[in-house]
């Protein structure tokens, strides 16, 4: 009596990650009943795409080794999504299709799709595609060593800006949502708020650090860094006034330290743009620009594009703080205009919220607000952590 194939195993040295992303629940509940028992697969099911595809940030394909996508959902759509995708490099791009159209088929194989199913799937085709997916994933990084962090910087235009208030809320935001290690770094000297914004009471604080960089390791971080209730960490700015001076190689040695050691680094940067020459403002850096809608606030954020930032594109985040829906002294034409470009985020003029915070200490992400929400936005962007919608995951309408 002969038996039936066996069906390739995934290899078991680690789980595959595979993003299932299928508006049609019909077909995306055939695929993902076809796949979610095979050994050494997580699947993470989404029902819609991104609204768009700036939306879909390159971090993507860092979390998901895999990513199936329903080619009948929005055809050209999907095409471009598939396209932008196989750009990367960095995760297996399969699809599929209640329609056997060799012409569709090869399209997207050209697009860069390595495999292509059809509507019944064939049990012994997915696995095999699957094993295949496993063992083109990068290899892990070896034990001892790892991955730099990723460093998001929150840079003012001028002071009062609200930078602190909105570093800090994103990083406990980016704490929460993406579930990995995350440090928030209070470099507004001479006296930063940052622990004061989350309700903290630190014993030390990033003046040791700077000011004996030879010392900075792993061991005398972890004496430095205190623990917020969200699970973030942060390295607080000195209570009293300290004569530190942040000098270019302290900041360096101490963001590798912590890139070193945490998956997010976020920095409060206050306004220091003496910095500049430092690792903070690196080509890798996500710097968020935060300015207001006033003549002083966009002309000094203006020039400090033009100086310092205007080769970087996604890279620099222009957020707008106490954003008004009404009576604003400026269109959006003129704000594009003074900004030499839109605006990535509009954070809502909300004068209850922020009061609440200052008065209670509490993170304003952790109440429900537009301003939570829209900072929430920003850091599940930042992650490339897609969110649930209607008891099944689906892209978040990130930008406005």
Known sequence: MSQSPRSPSIPDEATLNVALLGPDEQRRKVVAGAIAKRPGLKVHEFSSFPPRLEDLPQMLAQTYEAVIIDVDSEPDY??????????????????????????????????????????????????????RASTRRPAPTPQGEKKNGRLFVFLG?????????????????????????TLLMDLGQPLGDVAINLGLTAQYSIATALENPNRVDGNLLSTLVAKHSSGLSVLPAPTELYDVQATKEAVDK??????????FVVVDAGSRIDLIDSDLFEESAVVYLVTQV???????????????????????????????TSGALFDEAQIAKALTRHANWKIPDDYAAARRTR??????????????????????????????????????SFLR
């Open 359 to 396: 008065e209670t200490a509490t993170p304003m992400v952790m109440v429900d607000s537009p301003i939570s929400q829209t900072i929430r936005e920003m850091a599940k962007t930042a992650a490339g952590v897609l969110t649930e919608k209607n008891g099944k995951r689906s892209f978040f």
């Open 78 to 131: 999907a095409a471009a999504l598939a396209e932008s995708l196989c750009a990367s490099g960095r995760t297996y791009v399969m699809a599929y299709s209640a329609s056997a159209d060799m012409k569709r088929a090869v399209h997207f194989m050209r697009l860069g799709v390595r495999e292509f199913f059809t509507l019944p799937l064939d049990p012994n085709e997915v696995s095999a595609a699957l094993v």
């Open 254 to 263: 101490l963001l590798k330290v912590t890139r070193d050691i945490y998956d």
């Open 157 to 181: 235009s001028k002071g009062g800006c609200g930078v602190t208030t909105l570093a800090s809320n994103f990083a406990v935001a980016l704490a929460q949502e993406s579930d990995r290690s």
């Open 294 to 324: 006033g003549i002083s606030e966009m002309r000094t954020a203006n020039r400090m594009i033009i100086k310092y930032f205007a080769r970087r594109d996604e890279s620099l985040q222009i957020v707008i703080n106490r954003d008004k």
